[in-house]
């Protein structure tokens, strides 16, 4: 029987945020520039991705909460 399950947003997002990661890793690697404006650089990146990871998983536990919620009353229900 096939799997034709959907990815999550949550899993596309973090996908996405991860290939970001990536590609802003090996630009800063690969730019002419000193290694302490390389580090800053990574430095300012890194806390903006932690930022958007830190929203990302609050807006996933807000779902996945509601999730719960429904089906706790579902089974109420019966």
């Given at each position: 029987m096939?799997?034709?399950?959907?990815?999550?947003?949550?899993?596309?997002?973090?996908?996405?945020?991860?290939?970001g990661l990536v590609?802003?890793?090996?630009?800063l690697?690969l730019?002419p520039?000193s290694g302490?404006?390389?580090?800053?650089?990574?430095?300012d990146?890194?806390?903006?991705?932690?930022?958007?990871i830190h929203d990302?998983t609050?807006?996933?536990n807000?779902?996945?909460?509601?999730?719960?919620?429904?089906?706790?009353?579902?089974?109420?229900?019966?």
């Amino acid at each position: 029987m096939a799997n034709n399950r959907t990815p999550s947003l949550g899993a596309v997002g973090l996908a996405f945020m991860g290939g970001g990661l990536v590609g802003a890793a090996l630009a800063l690697v690969l730019a002419p520039q000193s290694g302490r404006e390389s580090r800053e650089e990574i430095h300012d990146y890194m806390r903006q991705a932690e930022g958007k990871i830190h929203d990302l998983t609050d807006t996933a536990n807000g779902a996945l909460a509601q999730a719960v919620e429904k089906g706790q009353e579902f089974i109420k229900r019966g």
